[in-house]
Nanobody
Framework: QVQLVQSGGGLVHPGESLTLSCVVS????????LIWYRQKAGGQREVVAS??????????YYENSVKDRFAISRDNAKNTAYLQMNDLVPEDTAVYYC??????WGQGTQVIVSS
């Protein structure tokens, strides 16, 4: 049974940082692409960042508004994915989801950026 368990969300002030974690069990993280999504209130789920599966050609993708502020990574030894978020702004407020592609999703974690 594949499970993705997220942690690391919360309430921060503008300009602060957060790291979201996504612990994967039941499958190897390296066997799948890694995608972080977010869904703002009243909005659709959108891709924030993604990397292809290990060994596949491709590139790391970042949504334009998070380029140079967010970093996607994975620790294969821990089977854990991360989204490092720096210099957060109120527009980053959303529920964030990690995914290995359908049907594998984390439960979502709320990030609120507010002064």
């Amino acid at each position: 049974q594949v499970q993705l368990v997220q942690s690391g969300g919360g309430l921060v002030h503008p300009g602060e940082s957060l790291t979201l974690s996504c612990v994967v069990s039941g499958t190897s993280l390296t066997s799948h692409p890694l995608i972080w999504y977010r869904q703002k209130a009243g909005g659709q789920r959108e891709v924030v960042a993604s990397v292809p599966r290990e060994g596949n050609t491709g590139y790391t993708y970042y949504e334009n508004s998070v380029k140079d502020r967010f970093a996607i990574s994975r620790d294969n030894a821990k089977n854990t994915a991360y989204l490092q978020m720096n210099d957060l702004v109120p527009e980053d407020t959303a529920v964030y989801y990690c995914s290995l592609g359908n049907p594998y999703w984390g439960q979502g974690t709320q990030v609120i950026v507010s002064s």
